[in-house]
């Protein structure tokens, strides 16, 4: 029955690298199952990033994300045993994650408070910012901080379905079909949120987008 | 003669939302994170759940085969009770079998009549070989019939005083019954 339950999520998985993955994560998985913990340490090294940066830029507060990544894991953790393999590890690790920050996110409607991520040095090298900061005539260093401001309340001006979205395809690089699978509707869906969600954003930005 | 300069490259959306990838804590940060986490997982896993989660847990486990059951069999229980409440209404909507029979059911021409019928149904038939016709209604018909001395042409009565089955019986509906050609032929006032 796992040979079955293993074979299926596989298939379900688009990326070959992705299919390589998702059958190593079983192997862990079936290890936690087992009773050995410490394989579980190994999923969350492998995940803890990915995860962060998918709720960090959902809620656009680092110490909820960190709170709320932290809360994922355990969650996961406590209902591993429940986790048949119908669908990859990463897509229901994600789909916790997900949902654990969308219910924060709904029930902190009202308060909005940003708390922005360090910026690593590569972004100074990167092309869009040559660019920009040519255009604009502005320091690097100020435009940084100006554009990540920026994207940051671009992003927190979209829907929640929106938002999830764009965060899951355009930042984290998951494809239609695993956002489907993450998010519980069809890919069709996925496809006219993004459309409709790009739309939003290069109005918010066209300041940037010439 | 100078060379043309190259515009700049044009900045998509795609470039400014991958520029959120570098937004990323670094190593002593994940140090923190693992700590925390690690506390936080062993609490989940010493402390229990509470009481109450666990019953529900439980109690939700066992009922739902025999909830769907209960639902299933309410739903078929109320579809027959709908159906056995909804036919003696359905009946009352109806009249009455007695006054349906009367309604529905051919009259009979006594035989003298028979020829009169005939007589009706052909419109073109003259007024004058009416006259043995015993019914008092259809005296009455008779009577208007022979106020015209003129065939009618209208395609309408014909269509009203052509009675179903074959011409010859002696059976003529209630529904088509000869004083409706004569309210008719008033009411239009047609010579008839």
């Known amino acids: 029955m796992a040979e079955f339950f293993a074979k299926a999520k596989t298939m379900v998985t688009t990326r070959p690298e992705h299919a390589a993955a998702a059958e190593l994560d079983w192997a862990l998985v079936q290890r936690v199952q087992?009773?050995?913990?410490?394989?579980?340490?190994?999923?969350?090294?492998?995940?803890?990033?990915?995860?962060?940066?998918?709720?960090?830029?959902?809620?656009?507060?680092?110490?909820?994300?960190?709170?709320?990544t932290q809360e994922a894991f355990i969650k996961a953790f406590r209902s591993i045993g429940y986790f048949k393999g119908q669908s990859s590890f990463f897509t229901w690790l994600y789909r916790i994650a997900v949902n654990a920050a969308?219910?924060?996110?709904?029930?902190?409607?009202?308060?909005?408070?940003?708390?922005?991520?360090?910026?690593?040095?590569?972004?100074?090298?990167?092309?869009?910012?040559?660019?920009?900061?040519e255009r604009t005539q502005t320091d690097k260093s100020t435009l940084v901080n100006e554009l990540q401001e920026k994207l940051n309340e671009a992003l927190q001006r979209l829907s929640l379905k929106h938002r999830t979205v764009v965060v899951l395809f355009e930042i984290e690089g998951l494809s239609h079909q695993e956002i489907a699978q993450v998010m519980d509707c069809s890919e069709g869906t996925v496809r006219s949120r993004l459309h409709y969600a790009k739309q939003q954003l290069q109005s918010y930005l066209q300041d940037y987008l010439r | 003669m100078s060379q043309p300069n190259n515009p700049p490259p044009k900045v998509t959306l795609e470039d400014l939302l991958r520029l959120k990838r570098h937004e990323r804590p670094g190593p002593e940060y994940w140090e923190r994170f693992d700590r925390e986490l690690r506390g936080g997982m062993l609490r989940a896993f010493v402390t229990p759940e509470p009481w109450a989660w666990r019953w529900t847990r439980r109690v939700v486990a066992r009922a739902t085969p025999w909830m769907t059951a209960g639902a299933a069999a309410g739903l078929v229980m109320a579809f027959a009770m709908h159906s056995r409440l909804s036919l003696p209404m359905a009946e009352h909507r109806l009249p009455a079998p007695a006054a349906m029979e009367e309604m529905t059911a051919p009259v009979k021409l006594a035989a003298n009549d028979a020829t009169a019928d005939k007589a009706l149904l052909n419109t073109t038939t003259a007024a004058g070989s009416l006259e043995n016709v015993g019914d008092a209604r259809t005296k009455d018909v008779v009577a208007v019939l022979a106020e015209s001395s003129q065939p009618t042409t209208d395609p309408k009565v014909s269509a009203l005083t052509t009675l179903p089955g074959k011409p010859a019986d002696d059976v003529r509906y209630a529904a088509d019954t000869l004083e409706n050609v004569a309210m008719l032929s008033r009411g239009s006032g047609m010579a008839y």
Do not use: C, M, P, W
């Not at chain 1, 009773?35 to 940066?53: C, S």
């Open chain 1, 34 to 68: 087992t009773g050995d913990v410490r394989a579980f340490d190994q999923l969350i090294t492998k995940y803890r990033e990915r995860l962060f940066a998918i709720v960090y830029n959902l809620t656009s507060n680092r110490e909820d994300a960190s709170d709320l």
């Open chain 1, 102 to 133: 969308l219910t924060h996110l709904k029930r902190n409607r009202l308060r909005k408070f940003f708390s922005f991520e360090n910026l690593d040095q590569e972004i100074s090298q990167t092309e869009v910012l040559e660019v920009l900061a």
